[in-house]
């Protein structure tokens, strides 16, 4: 069901339904998507870095790494164009964090994992220390 909403950008009221922005601001990203995506398929811009294309389309940084992440522009023919690590801000060309903040997001987990495993193992030795056993012996009378 569509609900009323204040755009993000502009803070127009608008019906949310498919975006998450107004029609007019929509239509400013276009615009912008536009910009760049003429200007980075062009062969003499593909050896730019980013500052060459914010400053030669007069789109902020933040919007082209947008485009990026959405995968509306690849950077395979653009071998000096890189964004930050969402986690260290190294300089990365692809996904959202670095090799190493990858790897360390994995180790913690493997550790998390560790943890979870000993712990349990421990529950059930202190479960077999206290459990007792009771044998019934017939006797015979």
Do not use: W
Not at 93 to 122: P, T
Not at 128 to 136: I, K, L, P, Q
């Amino acid at each position: 069901m569509n609900e009323l909403a204040n755009c993000p950008k502009c803070d127009r009221l608008f019906v949310k339904s498919l975006r998450a922005v107004c029609r007019e601001c929509h239509q400013e990203v276009e615009e912008m998507f536009d910009r760049v995506y003429t200007f980075v398929k062009k062969r003499e811009n593909r050896m730019a870095v980013m500052s060459d294309v914010t400053e030669a389309t007069g789109v902020e940084e933040l919007q082209i790494i947008r485009f990026v992440k959405e995968g509306r522009i690849h950077l395979a023919h653009m071998p000096n164009v890189m964004f930050p690590c969402e986690g260290c801000g190294k300089s990365i060309r692809e996904g959202r964090i670095c090799g190493s903040c990858r790897s360390g997001i994995r180790s913690g987990l493997e550790r998390v994992e560790q943890e979870e495993r000993f712990a349990s193992r421990k529950r059930e030795d202190e479960n077999r220390a206290n459990t007792y056993h009771s044998v019934t012996l017939n006797k015979k009378r």
